[in-house]
């Protein structure tokens, strides 16, 4: 088999023949055989030194053998129960001890669902009912949160299908601007029930916070009987081990996790204080539920994954990403061209603009066509990066150096004839 005839063959079930839009990318996308630690193999055979990651769960690498070990013999004994597990206390009390806001936890099946969760849940808790979002900033693909995503129109839906009644009560704002924000809230705290922020933006590229923009946000909010809700879907068991939140040290009302959450297999959650948490159902009457909430497959995966993470993991990783962000850095340097290293601990990607990026719209000045060049170069040669500007790339623990120096070299050689 090969991906090319794949392919096409894909395009005639499955719209665009992928199941998530990122994954179709020019020519023509590889199909994964299979996967082991830094490595994924395509159906031709090649491999790729993986900093896509999946888009981001697997902090441990590819099919990392605790994981396969663990979830074997769940697997063995039930993928789904519908009725209560102990793990799922487990990692409940996993969460509660590692993410500094979490008093109690629901595991929903993605991040779609947290974020959508959280909303929800903050507008029922302030009784109001417009929210805070920042552009460029994704939270996953549901209607509240469709706008200026990545790609869509100001204060527009970004995909049909999603009426305007619905987005009309979505505030975009520019990110670093506590100005923006003053404005909005100094106009409508009366009706803002949230602000949802990803506190490292990871979805249109990666660009961290200014000093203090957390705490701003933390601030401004809690003078306006507003929920901060920190969407850490990437950031989370990511940046620290208890996410931005431990690595800023800004604690919002409620966190959104997903990603690393489920240790390769879907999940999310929502999480915060008991005082909001007890307003979901059935405890409260914020309606919330899934046939797969709490599956003991993703629990197992996570749970494993999490008992893996704490600070040597995290100094350990954060070294890797220095080496090859510094590296990253000389050869630009070199090159004489200033284009933008972004990134911090496992997170980093190159902007093709001179322009610093400090939000969505800097990161819109970056050259697409230069990154698509840069893309393919790197594929050819055995890298394989997300395909878009404005996604993030990861390092996991299984990268070592002999992947980062061949990377570094390839980067090197890419940049020069581009
Ligand atoms: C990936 C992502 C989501 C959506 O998670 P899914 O599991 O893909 O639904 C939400 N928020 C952020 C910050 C993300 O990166």
Do not use: W
């Not at 993410?99 to 969760?117: D, I, K, L, Q």
């Not at 890797?320 to 200033?338: C, Q, W």
Request: proline share 5%; charged share 25%.
């Amino acid at each position: 088999m090969n991906s090319k005839k794949l392919f096409e063959e894909a395009k005639e079930f499955l719209p665009g023949g992928v199941n998530s839009p990122v994954r179709a990318f020019k020519p023509y996308p590889f199909f994964a055989q299979k996967a082991s630690g830094s490595k994924l193999y395509d159906v031709e055979g090649n491999s790729y030194i993986d900093y896509c990651l999946a888009y981001g769960p697997l902090v441990l690498g590819h099919a990392h053998p605790l994981v396969v070990e663990e979830v074997t013999k769940q697997l063995q004994i039930g993928s789904a129960y519908g009725v209560p597990t102990e793990k799922e206390i487990e990692l409940a009390k996993l969460v509660v001890k590692k993410v500094p806001c979490a008093e109690m936890v629901r595991f929903v099946n993605s991040g779609t669902e947290a974020t959508m969760s959280a909303i929800r849940l903050a507008r029922a808790y302030t009784k109001k009912t417009k929210i805070i979002k920042f552009e460029g900033s994704y939270h996953g693909a549901h209607d509240y949160v469709l706008v200026k995503s990545g790609s869509g129109a100001a204060g527009k839906p970004d995909s049909p299908g999603v009426p305007e009644e619905t987005t009309k009560n979505t505030i975009l704002v520019p990110f670093n601007d506590p100005e923006a924000v003053l404005e909005i809230i100094n106009k409508e705290k009366e009706n803002i029930a949230a602000i949802i922020v990803e506190p490292v933006m990871g979805n249109i590229g990666c660009i961290p916070p200014k000093d203090d923009y957390l705490e701003f946000l933390r601030n401004i909010t809690r003078e306006n009987d507003i929920i901060l809700i920190f969407d850490e879907v990437i950031t989370g068991f990511r940046l620290a081990e208890g996410g931005a939140q431990d690595y800023y040290n800004v604690i919002p009302d409620l966190v959104t996790l997903g990603k690393i959450l489920g240790g390769g297999f879907p999940m999310g959650a929502l999480a915060g204080k008991k005082e909001l948490m007890e307003n979901i159902a059935p405890s409260g009457e914020v309606y919330q539920a899934g046939t797969f909430n709490g599956n003991p497959i993703s629990i197992t995966a996570g749970l494993t994954t999490l008992n893996e993470l704490n600070n040597t993991f995290y100094t350990e990783l954060d070294k890797k990403g220095n080496i090859l962000r510094n590296a990253i850095i000389d050869l630009i340097n070199d090159s004489k061209i200033n284009y933008k290293v972004a990134g911090l601990s496992s997170m980093f990607q190159i902007y093709f603009t001179e322009k610093e990026v400090l939000d969505y719209k800097d990161a819109k000045t970056a050259d697409t066509e230069k990154f698509s060049q840069y893309f393919q170069l790197l594929l050819e040669k055995g890298i394989f990066i997300p395909p878009s500007q404005f996604e993030c790339c990861f390092i996991s623990y299984m990268h070592n150096n002999h992947d980062l120096e061949k990377t570094i070299e390839i980067i090197g050689n890419a940049i020069k004839s581009i």
